[in-house]
C-alpha cells in the first residue's frame, strides 16, 4: 500500500535532510584538513611552496564550492521541509538546542570561507596548531547534534554521556599530540640530517 503524500514527502525529506548533513560534514571535516596543509606548506621551499599553496588553495575552492556547499543546502533545505511538515517540532526544546547548533555550524562554515579567502590572499595569521583545533569544532558540534535529535526531550546526562564525552575530547587531544610529535619529530630529522 503506497503511503500517503505528506508521509512520503516525510521520509524523502529525512533521506536527503540526513544525506545533505554527511556530505557537508564530510566537507568541513577535510576542508580545514586543507587548510592545516596549505599553512604547513609554508615551511617548504621554493618552487615546492608555491605549487602546493596553490594547489591546495584549488582543492579548497572545488571541496567548498562543489561539495560542502551544496551540502549544507541540501540539508537546510530539507531542514525546512521537515518542519513544514513538523511545526510542533519548532515548541519543543530539544529543536531549539539543535538549531543553535545549527547556528554555530553556520558561523563555522562562514570562518572557513574567510579563512580560505585569507589563505589565497597570503594573509591567513592562523597557525597549524590553531587550525588543527578548530578542525575538532564540528566533531563536536555533530555528536550533540545525534544526540539531540536521538534522544530529543530525554537528553542523557548519566555516566554514558559523559563516557562519550570524555571519548571525544580524548580524541581531540590525541590528534593534538600526534601533530606536536610528528612536528618534534621532523624537527629531530632535520638536526639529525644538517649535523
Not at 519543543?92 to 558561523?107: E, G, I, N
Not at 570561507?113 to 578542525?135: E, F, I, P
Not at 570524555?166 to 630529522?189: G, T
Request: with cysteine; glycine share 8%.
Amino acid at each position: 500500500m503506497p503511503l500517503a503524500l505528506p508521509a512520503e514527502a516525510y521520509l524523502w525529506f529525512k533521506t536527503l535532510h540526513i544525506v545533505g548533513v554527511v556530505v557537508w560534514f564530510a566537507g568541513l571535516f577535510y576542508l580545514v584538513r586543507l587548510f592545516i596543509y596549505h599553512v604547513e606548506a609554508e615551511e617548504l621551499a621554493e618552487p615546492l611552496r608555491g605549487a602546493f599553496k596553490a594547489q591546495y588553495g584549488l582543492m579548497e575552492r572545488r571541496l567548498a564550492n562543489i561539495i560542502t556547499t551544496p551540502g549544507m543546502a541540501v540539508a537546510l533545505a530539507m531542514a525546512v521541509g521537515l518542519l513544514a511538515l513538523q511545526p510542533a517540532w519548532l515548541h519543543q526544546s530539544w529543536m531549539h538546542a539543535k538549531l543553535a547548533v545549527v547556528v554555530a555550524l553556520l558561523t563555522y562554515h562562514a570562518v572557513c570561507y574567510r579563512l580560505m579567502g585569507q589563505l589565497g590572499a597570503g594573509t591567513c595569521r592562523w597557525g597549524a596548531k590553531q587550525l588543527r583545533a578548530l578542525n575538532e569544532l564540528p566533531t563536536l558540534m555533530l555528536v550533540l547534534v545525534v544526540m539531540l535529535v536521538v534522544f530529543k526531550g530525554q537528553f542523557p546526562t548519566g555516566a554514558a554521556t559523559w563516557f562519550l564525552v570524555a571519548l571525544v575530547i580524548s580524541m581531540a587531544a590525541s590528534i593534538q599530540f600526534y601533530a606536536r610529535w610528528r612536528r618534534q619529530r621532523a624537527e629531530r630529522d632535520a638536526l639529525v640530517a644538517g649535523g
